[in-house]
């Protein structure tokens, strides 16, 4: 990646690749908050929460709900690898709920259990919050 | 002569069979390529994460998780069948049922308890039939399976097994191997075996200390993880186990339409044998009614004259 030709940015999903781009900056929905990839980032491999990922480009900026996965800098570009990549407009509100309310409703006995309900309800939060629910 | 009415009319149906199964035939071969396609799309995915699980395996990290690893005992099996939802295509059916039926027999003489899971009408039906109880049916995947959908079942069975509610999970469904070769095959999906890490000396180089560890590796393997390797691999797996479970997916309505293409095209040809045979029996049929009542009318000038 060299520092004048951007950010190579591709989003893979399970179905096809979404995104295939060149922009100035990628600003990620990580686990644990934001993260902002310039060019020339060291080779990194990050788990992604869920929420809005921005490509800036120019003056431009482009938004994206992502929903999980995985994110891997490399020195040729920045590979993206979520389950869905949606505009932020089609995250529906009412099926936010729903997956909300579906969430709450676990009752779990073990750990394991008990971090599925976690990452359900991150998610179905986050959708929420996209949905302009919050 | 009756016969020559009903031999045409016979023929003029078989035209009808025939124009049906040739449209069926052309169908089949647009929705294959496009199913094609999409299982195309899929690999890009499955390249990705194989990748990374790649990068973790050289980083050192220790690969395990609760879907890699095998329950000491097996009680219960759940089994998911993939079918079609429509008739038409050959053996393709009947061969996932047989081999399902198989397998469940076998399942039942060692573990107990387990669900059945069936997709596709055709399967409900036969599996109903062979008395085998389905506790969830789906019939929402066509030529096009979504991977929302997937993932649903996928969350389940990851969340029943995880939870010890299920020992075994495998799955029944047409393999894709190439364009001219789909067989019926049952896998085990659960305990997971998709992730191969590159057993290499990652491993001791992390135990012998970490300054010769940086000096050992390239640039391009000094991948930095956030939080850590082995909460990224925590996520890995069900990713791998969802991608793979959808690839059963594709894999079954891409051989769908192949069988289909080819149940069709051998229909049409069937036809368009049977529609020779009968045109030569009602030429025949029509040769010898015109030459008998030349004869008639013969017979009667002579008796006049």
């Known amino acids: 990646m060299s520092e004048s030709s951007g950010v190579h940015c591709v989003v893979v999903t399970p179905e096809k690749t979404e995104l295939d781009t060149q922009c100035d900056s990628i600003n990620l929905p990580m686990f644990d908050g934001e993260f902002g990839i310039l060019p020339g980032r060291a080779p990194m491999v990050g788990r992604l929460g869920f929420g809005i990922m921005k490509l800036k480009n120019g003056g431009k900026e482009e938004r994206w709900f992502v929903d999980g996965g995985f994110v891997q800098v490399t020195r040729d570009g920045v590979y993206i690898l ?14 936010a709920e729903e997956d909300l309310r579906k969430a709450t409703e676990l009752k779990p006995t073990t750990a394991e259990a008990a971090a599925l309900r976690d990452r359900a309800l991150a998610q179905a939060r986050a959708k929420l919050r996209v949905a302009g629910g919050v | 002569m009756a016969n020559i009415r009903q031999l045409d009319k016979r023929r003029k149906s078989v035209r009808n069979i025939r124009k049906i199964t040739r449209t069926m035939e052309l169908i089949a071969t647009a929705r294959f390529k496009k199913a094609m396609d999409r ?112 993932a649903k079942i996928a969350d389940e069975l990851i969340t029943r097994y995880i939870t010890g509610q299920v020992d075994r999970v495998d799955v029944a469904y047409t393999r894709f191997v190439s ?19 590159p057993a290499k000396d990652a491993t001791k180089e992390a135990a012998s200390g970490a300054g010769s560890k940086v000096e050992g590796s390239s640039i391009r393997d000094d991948y930095e993880f956030l939080p850590s390797a082995g909460a990224i691999l925590e996520e890995v797996v069900p990713a791998s186990f969802r991608a793979r479970l959808f690839k059963c997916f594709l894999d079954a309505a891409v051989s769908e339409q192949i069988a289909r293409m080819i149940a069709m095209k051998s229909a049409t040809e069937n036809a368009g044998d049977l529609i020779k045979s009968l045109s030569r029996t009602f030429n025949r049929a029509r040769q010898s009614k015109i030459t008998q009542e030349i004869m008639e009318i013969i017979g009667g000038v002579e008796a006049l004259g």
Do not use: W
Request: hydrophobic residues 40%; negative net charge.
């Open chain 2, 179 to 197: 364009s001219s070769k789909q067989i019926a095959v049952v896998e085990t999906l659960l305990p997971f075996a998709g992730i191969e890490v």
């Open chain 2, 39 to 150: 299982a195309a799309a899929a690999t890009d995915y499955t390249k990705r994460i194989t990748q990374i699980v790649q990068d973790l395996g050289k980083s050192g990290t220790d690969v395990s998780h609760p879907l890699l690893q095998a329950h000491e005992t097996v009680k219960a099996v759940d089994m998911l069948v993939l079918t079609a939802n429509r008739g038409l295509c050959g053996g393709y059916n009947g061969s996932v049922v047989r081999a399902a039926t198989q397998r469940r027999q076998e399942i039942q003489e060692q573990a107990d308890a387990g669900q059945t899971l069936a997709s596709g009408k055709r399967g409900i039906s036969a599996l109903r039939f062979a008395g085998i109880p389905l506790e969830k049916t789906y019939t929402e995947f066509e030529d096009q399976p979504s991977f929302d959908a997937v």
């Open chain 1, 82 to 95: 979520t389950d869905r990549l949606l505009k932020p407009e089609s995250v529906s509100k009412a099926e």
